[in-house]
């Protein structure tokens, strides 16, 4: 979902956040030659649409292994181990 940047209608928060990181708040947006807010409102956006695409594959796999769609942790362990020889098993299914 992505998230509309408009400033029709907006909602001020704040936040207290650690010196040296407010710091690189400030030279990006000295570098971008953009506001403070610009910033923080773009990483608030990416962070949230990271979180919900964390959350949408999360409650798919929970989706696969309710239907039994898993692979077994030993198949996997034996697969992962073999990879640094010199005879590799086949990707567990």
């Known amino acids: 979902m992505e998230i509309a940047m408009s400033t029709a209608q907006t909602k001020v928060l704040t936040a207290h956040v ?3 990181l407010a710091e690189k708040v400030d030279q990006l947006a000295n570098r971008l030659e953009r506001s403070r807010g610009w910033i923080i409102k773009q990483a608030l956006a990416a962070w949230i649409e990271q979180e919900e695409e964390r959350s949408r594959l999360t ?3 929970l989706e696969d292994v309710d239907v039994g769609l898993v692979i077994d942790h030993q198949a996997v362990q034996v697969w992962a181990d073999s990879l640094g020889t010199s005879a590799p098993q086949p990707l567990p299914r």
């Open 18 to 20: 650690p010196q040296p």
């Open 59 to 61: 409650r798919e796999a």
